[in-house]
């Protein structure tokens, strides 16, 4: 990915000739290529680029994060296991300790002591047999504490690397993010050098009619749970796209599906390609309001269907939360679900 970027840099650098510079050059040579003025469709393209990255690296994120938090959960369970096999070992040594002792101090609880206070040699032996009971059994309680601390001392350990592990991977994972988001700002100051109705033509490409826009708002869906997922995500447009956010006031794409859902009683993960795995799959033609539609082979986006070939997303950074054609990403259609 780091190579792309660089071609990124380099494409910036030529955008920005907006003009070449005259210059005078010895009989018969050639003047060098004008770069090319930066049109809606060219930096489109490479903020879509951007932007598909930025939203992959965000699912992966996302994963990433769950993964910290489970791992997390983890650790803390194995450590509290393992503090409490050692405060009952601790207490288990303390009675061993006292049962020693009193095999020490106690005549009776030693051989020479049955000897003396056996009345024959049938009660000696008897005596002699229920020591080495005490002994055996004093031992297998110290080897059976002992391996039980060593197993979650062992445990504690593994749960502490798999922790560290996961944070590193999330963290990775964050700094690429960071690159992109750099990239994408520096496309963004290239797309404001544009003319004023070049930028309106970018910012409303691919946008819904009026009209479509008008019958967002009369959505009626199956049942009255879909209907308040919906509801709810019409209510968010206009909102921020912020990485991770879920709400209130920015979400990213799968934290507004799973704030729209939660509005409605289902709680879905923070993470797109999971809440893939919820409900029942259903085909583009069988859409209904309150679906989730899923784009990309990898899952790297989800947006919930609102009914008339339209979708309310939370698209990509830099961009708020809006209404969407479905069909203007059919070839990125990856499936849906249908959650009641």
């Not at 965000?58 to 393992?82: C, G, M, R």
């Not at 390609?273 to 679906?291: C, E, F, I, K, M």
């Amino acid at each position: 990915m780091i190579g792309t970027l660089s071609r990124y840099r380099w494409l910036l650098a030529g955008f920005l000739v907006l003009s070449a510079a005259v210059v005078f050059l010895p009989s018969g040579a050639s003047a060098a290529p004008t770069a090319p003025t930066p049109t809606v469709a060219s930096v489109t393209a490479r903020l879509d680029k951007l932007a598909n990255q930025s939203e992959a690296l965000t699912e992966q994120l996302n994963a990433a994060q769950l993964d910290v938090q489970h791992q997390q959960k983890a650790a803390d369970a194995a450590q509290h296991k393992a503090s409490s096999f050692a405060a009952a070992f601790d207490a288990a040594r303390a009675q061993l300790a006292e049962i020693a002792l009193a095999q020490y101090e106690g005549g009776s609880f030693s051989p020479t002591g049955a000897i003396l206070t056996s009345g024959n040699g049938q009660s000696y032996l008897d005596a002699l047999a229920t020591l080495d009971m005490l002994a055996s059994h004093t031992a297998g309680v110290a080897a059976q504490l002992n391996a039980a601390q060593a197993h979650a001392d062992g445990a504690r350990r593994s749960a502490q690397m798999l922790l560290s592990g996961a944070k590193a991977k999330r963290d990775a994972l964050a700094n690429k993010r960071v690159k992109v988001i750099s990239e994408t700002a520096s496309f963004h100051t290239l797309l404001a050098s544009l003319t004023a109705s070049q930028q309106l033509a970018y910012t409303t490409r691919n946008a819904p009619t009026p009209t479509q826009l008008q019958t967002a708002y009369k959505v009626h869906a199956g049942n009255a749970a879909a209907q308040k997922a919906v509801d709810f995500a019409l209510a968010q447009i206009g909102k921020p796209y912020v990485w991770a956010a879920a709400g209130p006031d920015a979400f990213d794409c799968s934290g507004l599906t799973m704030a729209a859902w939660a509005a409605a009683g289902v709680t879905l993960p923070h993470l797109a390609s999971a809440q893939y795995n919820y409900g029942t799959h259903v085909g583009y033609r069988d859409l209904q309001p309150g679906d989730l539609v899923f784009l990309y082979n990898d899952i790297q986006h989800v947006e919930i269907y609102i009914g008339n070939g339209l979708a309310v997303s939370a698209p990509q950074p830099g961009e708020n939360v809006k209404i969407v054609r479905v069909a203007d990403y059919l070839s990125d259609f990856y499936g849906a679900t249908r959650l009641t």
